[in-house]
């Protein structure tokens, strides 16, 4: 199956920097990407729909200013936490979508640890 | 909108025995159905999934699924478990209506191999 991968795996910071997540398709270009946040014991829970080109579509809750995305080539995707707090400490995922077939990929995540 | 049901937040089974787990969705449209396995730390797998066809799905190590339009049922199983299948298992759905839709996870499963 398509290869999808996230840099870093995990990454801990102080309270109040920003933290950037690359995820990259290897071997398909994405026209759309999702970044997704899990946390303990929980489900995947959708953050946002990163498109190639234009501007991500962010669910229900998810603040847009907080959680940047761009999505400028693709096979990248990018999110930053802006001024991170303990609270954003979680497991984020994303995934891409092959448009040759109905199924997402999925990276192998991302630990984010705000001290 | 689509709704995943995973009735059982932890299956412990005995090494060697045979394991279900289950998943109901509910749609309004008819459906793509997918299990996806979860090691710890790691990225979700895709295990198996429904597109059309045969309503028997057959997997990865072993596991098999089948899907039941009447009873909107999508049930995980394997007919004998190994100590490496422990892990969380995540049932999906996404809407079958042109285009591509959002996935909808449910909360996940945790099967517990036990020696």
């Known amino acids: 199956g398509a290869v999808v991968s996230q840099h870093p795996s995990w990454v801990i910071c102080k309270s109040g920097t920003s933290v950037k997540i690359e995820c990259r398709s290897l071997?398909?270009?994405?026209?759309?990407m999702f970044w997704y946040r899990q946390f303990p014991k929980q489900s995947l829970m959708l953050m946002a729909t990163?498109?190639?080109?234009?501007?991500?579509?962010?669910e229900q809750g998810v603040e847009k200013d907080k959680f940047l995305i761009n999505h400028a080539s693709l096979t990248l995707s990018t999110l930053t936490v802006t001024s991170a707090h303990p609270e954003d400490s979680s497991f984020y995922i994303c995934?891409?979508?092959?448009?040759?077939?109905?199924?997402?990929?999925f990276g192998p995540g991302t630990r984010l640890t705000v001290l | 909108a689509q709704s995943v049901t995973q009735l059982d937040s932890q299956v412990p089974v005995f090494e060697e025995a045979p394991v279900e787990l289950r998943c109901n969705y509910s749609?309004?449209?008819?459906?793509?159905l997918f299990w996806y396995v979860q090691y710890p730390n790691q990225g979700l797998q895709l295990l198996l999934k429904?597109?059309?066809?045969?309503?028997l799905v057959k997997g990865i190590n072993g596991f098999e699924a089948e899907f039941n339009k009447s009873q909107t049922s999508f049930h995980l199983r394997k007919p004998s478990v190994h100590i490496s299948d422990t892990a969380e298992y995540f049932c999906?759905?996404?809407?079958?209506?042109?285009?591509?839709?959002?996935?909808?996870f449910g909360i996940g499963t945790k099967l517990q191999v036990i020696p």
């Open positions: 995934s891409a979508r092959d448009p040759g077939h109905n199924e997402q990929f």
């Open positions: 990163s498109n190639e080109g234009s501007k991500a579509t962010y």
């Open positions: 999906a759905v996404t809407m079958n209506s042109g285009g591509y839709q959002k996935v909808t």
């Open positions: 071997d398909f270009q994405a026209t759309t």
């Open positions: 429904y597109l059309s066809g045969s309503t």
């Open positions: 749609s309004s449209v008819s459906v793509y």
